[in-house]
């Protein structure tokens, strides 16, 4: 079942706005260092400039964007308000100086700085789920959203808790590295945190927002049981480095869930009542092709070599996460960015005036054609990125990181304008104080 919204229940603009206005910021970082990306990127997947970039993306943008989202929705979907605005304020200080600092000292290796990087990042962790605790796990009722959101959050703290102790090692070098204690990590927060995160919250907005409200989720809950007990298995058997055929196998269980996932999400999409699809749709569309993409480099990179290159291994691996993170959650998140900050600037500026003078809608908020482009840009900067991996071609990956500039620029822009005033595009004020669309 997904939530009844209660707009009323928002929380100040103050706390939201910032971070999805903050966010792009890593992803313009993360495009600026892949634009000096050497040959040694393909070698290692823990390269420490790869590690920079896959921080600034997965801490910087998505994390950012996603825990702004989560202060939005915790009072407003799950029930719950948040335990106080001013923390929040107060833990995105805390996130950027974490992840600015984490990047800055993987990029020009210094293990000290990276270890304060790693507990502040951890602090942020620890400040955001206090924060969204109460939302989560207190409120009486529950939702599709709130139940991935438990499980999503708890993923959260095991895989920071892991990098805390990556971080510890580069310094101390308690143990040694290997393929599999990464994707133990690296799978906690792409598959546990980013991935179950947009699932859930994509059963409220996608039908929220195509107006699908006649079709009903079916998979919701086998495909968040399938997604967690496959992500347990796989990190604890990964952790020890298991052969092909056990990489293959769970592969295919942890894939078993979003896959059930993507069937719900098709079908919600199809019993659409608006047939015109907007930036939201089209962003679910394009998200779930590379979903389709994400499974399938995903199948490689378990097979590993002969697939993968024996003396360039890592470039499967990172294709595949590039393709999760930058493709499946990423334009998901640029899509529902452009009807979450619309939505808040619309609440907060133009509800009280409506039915005393005309007002803007919320779609008149975002400009419709730059938010495509933007998805455009994002897209062929990820595709770009795929193919320079997949092929080994450092020129590619190089201006795919040039792209991710000019998209993540051009979707900070895009945000920010919407702040300038906007017009009514309808003659007459809006009589009600129903929330327009
Ligand atoms: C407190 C938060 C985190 C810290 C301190 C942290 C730290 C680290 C460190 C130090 C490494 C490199 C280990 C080594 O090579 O020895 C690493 C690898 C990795 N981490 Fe994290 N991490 C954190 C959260 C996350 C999250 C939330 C994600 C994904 C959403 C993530 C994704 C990855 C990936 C994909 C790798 C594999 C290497 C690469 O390609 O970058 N990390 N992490």
Redesign the pocket.
Known sequence: MTARAQPAQSPPISVVLPFFLLAPLGLIAAGFLATELGREALVA???RR??A???AL??GW??TTIMGACYQLAPVVLGGPLMSHWLARLHLVVHLV?VAL?VWG?AWFNATW?GV???L??A??LVFLVNVGRAVWRTRQWSIPRAYLACSTMF?LA??????V??G??EHRWFT?SHGK??A??H???TG??ALTVMGVSYQLVPMFNVASRVKPRLAYPALALTSAGLVLFALIMWIDPPRDVRLLLAGVLLAGPLLWSVDQVRLLRGRVRRRMDIHGRGTVVSLCFLGLTVFLAVGAAWGSPFTPYAEP?RW??AY?AAG?LGWAGTAIIANSYKIVPFLIWFHRYRERTGKEPVPLIRDIADERLATLVLVAHSLATLVIIIGLLAGNLQWLQAGGGLLIVSGVAHLGSMLSMFLPKRSSRTTGVSTREVPM
């Open positions: 997947v823990n390269g790869t590690v970039i896959t921080h997965a801490l998505v994390t974490a984490f993987m990276v990087a790693g507990s990042a951890f942020s962790v959260l895989g920071a808790t892991l990098g805390l990556f971080a090692n580069l590295v990464l994707a990590h690296a906690l927060g792409l945190w980013v890592a691996p990172l996460a993170l």
